[in-house]
């Protein structure tokens, strides 16, 4: 049966990067017999531009009825001074709520190709390969009250309220043992504990889900102590699990260990496991429109989504073993640049990786 | 007129490393004429054991008819189970409320002598010197309403509450820029603006405290985007300024760069500049007891209080020199090892220091 892609270019960089993974799926289509259809939508700035909202009623609509979702990235300093609900972002926060993308799956791994671009020393990060898993539809980010009201004194006060229940920390916490019991096994609840009530409640149900898999080694650590640990000895960690906000610090964090954020995919998962995938990066509008943005993140996110929602790993495979070849070759896009390699822009990079396939 | 200072040596190597910052204080007011008394009391789970209290009336009493308090550090295993109210951290919590230390100055130091310690490449690193101040009586910590409730499902929802009110995120901007001031004459706010109102307002608050500081060039970045750079490139920060959730977390982050966190002393700070001393270090049960903790980071935390509370900065200056000279003579603890230098426990380190001064 033939599954149906939507394709969201988004802002800033989106578009050119995206362009590289939609040939990439023409050729996979064409030349290795992949069922796939795509569509193309308007979301972030681009959509508000087009009709004033970050996520139009039809944008959503045409990504619950796709199997998967690639996006490229939203956001740029253009629409900073809109008010939060038109922003770019919150087209993307639009997405993850309204398909109940729960779990989101944050790899940083070190490509040994690119071992020298990480501002770590090379023993602590050679070989690193880490799994986040961040919750993507509670807590703090859409937890409510929320906003800025006005006191009886007439002085202001902003309000966002982190909230989860049980349910939704034990699914997040199933996927991530389930994450585990595929790689090494050991999994790393991370919470503040011992002063947010709201994680206190985080670590007891990690600690009952963990029952049912005993096979998984189960650790807990404070946010602040693994943002020092991250730094400290990345290499301890197979797979984290956290919260919305903090999984978004952490795995920004983590993926910067790489030295190398344009080679890093994510993917946000539903109950279902049809998912949105999208590069870790942002839409870089610094270099937008440039044509040397590094394609391959979003490239490695067709492979997530190939291995995730489609039920093809024999691609996935194919794309990481293409680029991997490239980067054997020595094909470097700027962010990656290094002595020795040969430079080329996002184009050249997304027809090398074709070639390599 | 002679100043009050407030003893807390609180759990695991908090008594140890507290011994030494005594002796020094001690040494001062003997050969140097520093005019300070001392008194000693409990907090934490050494509190907790002794009268069921994580900060007893008594302490929080001495506390704040103290002109500074130095904590050596609080928490362990052994109190981890006991519900949050209870637990050593809320002393902790208590002081800084009880007192109004709404701001925390950590500063993260790369020192010359420990450059190896660092994981990071050492041209990363190398001089590194960042000022993070972090507002600490408010936000998440503090935000009511707070707790675990039982909905009518039976399912239970834990939530907390982060919320500032302006004055607040004003009060703790003014500190940063006039910190800024004295330094390089640049801050970054840390915030999420674009998803959490409350931070949306922080940002505008830090904008219009920042009109009246025309020197100072302000910047703004997000959270997670913060934990990259710091990670990228941290020598391109002079002061952060950001709420207590994000800057417990950068702070733990930006310490961790160095290396050499035994190294790093932070200071609290009230309205009145009455301020409570601390390694931002915790209290490290698995090696208490042993002799063999760093205690430089609690004596260059007094070095922080005769500067900010004590009005005695050339006091300050002579023990900062004192820790230089004992580094060039290569005496270190085990956290700071390397190959070629002298091992010294505790004491003999804190010795060593009052033998530099
Ligand atoms: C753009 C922003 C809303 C988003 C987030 O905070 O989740 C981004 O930082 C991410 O991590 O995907
Ligand atoms: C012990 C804990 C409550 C505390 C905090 O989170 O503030 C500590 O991590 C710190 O940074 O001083």
Chains 1, 2 share one sequence.
């Not at 569509?39 to 909202?53: F, H, I, M, P, S």
Request: charged share 20%; hydrophobic share 45%.
């Amino acid at each position: 049966m033939t599954k149906k892609i939507l394709i969201l270019p988004g802002d800033g960089i989106g578009p050119e990067i995206v362009a590289e993974a939609v040939k990439l799926l023409d050729c996979l289509r064409a030349d290795f017999g992949l069922a796939v259809e795509t569509e193309t939508a308007l979301v972030g700035g681009a959509a508000y531009d087009d009709c004033g909202l970050p996520l139009p009623e039809s944008t959503l609509d045409l990504a619950k009825s796709a199997d998967a979702v690639l996006l490229g990235a939203v956001g740029g300093p253009k629409w900073e001074p809109l008010e939060i609900a038109l922003r770019p972002e919150k087209g993307l926060l639009g997405l993850r709520a309204g398909l109940g993308l729960f779990a989101n799956l944050r790899p940083a791994i070190l490509y040994p190709q690119l071992a020298e671009a990480s501002t770590l020393k090379p023993e602590v990060v050679a070989g690193l390969d880490i799994m986040i898993v961040r919750e993507l539809t509670g807590g703090i980010y859409f937890g409510q009250p929320r906003g800025v009201e006005t006191l009886a004194s007439g002085e202001r006060r902003g309000i966002n309220t982190l909230v989860y229940t049980e349910s939704e920390i034990e699914r997040i916490c199933r996927v991530a043992f389930d994450t585990a019991m595929r790689r090494n096994r050991r999994l790393c609840s991370v919470d503040k504990a011992n002063v947010l009530e709201c994680t206190e409640l985080w670590r007891e149900v990690a600690i009952r889900v963990g029952r049912d898999y005993p096979e998984v080694e189960l650790s807990h650590m404070y946010v602040d102590n693994a943002a020092m640990q991250l730094v400290r000895a990345p290499k301890q960690f197979d797979v984290m699990v956290t919260t919305n906000m903090f999984g978004d610090i952490l795995s920004d964090a983590a993926a910067m260990l790489t030295g190398s954020i344009g080679m890093l995919p994510s993917a946000s998962l539903n109950a279902e496991n049809q998912g949105m995938y999208e590069p870790i990066h942002g839409s870089a509008p610094d270099i937008a429109g440039q044509g040397v943005a590094n394609p391959l993140a979003t490239i490695l996110s067709v492979a997530m989504m190939l291995r995730y929602s489609l039920s093809a790993p024999e691609h996935a495979d194919r794309i990481e073993q293409a680029v991997s070849k490239v980067l054997n070759q020595g094909l470097r896009t700027g962010d990656i640049a290094a002595p020795g390699t040969t430079a080329v822009g996002t184009a050249a990079m997304g027809d090398a990786v074709l070639e390599a396939i």
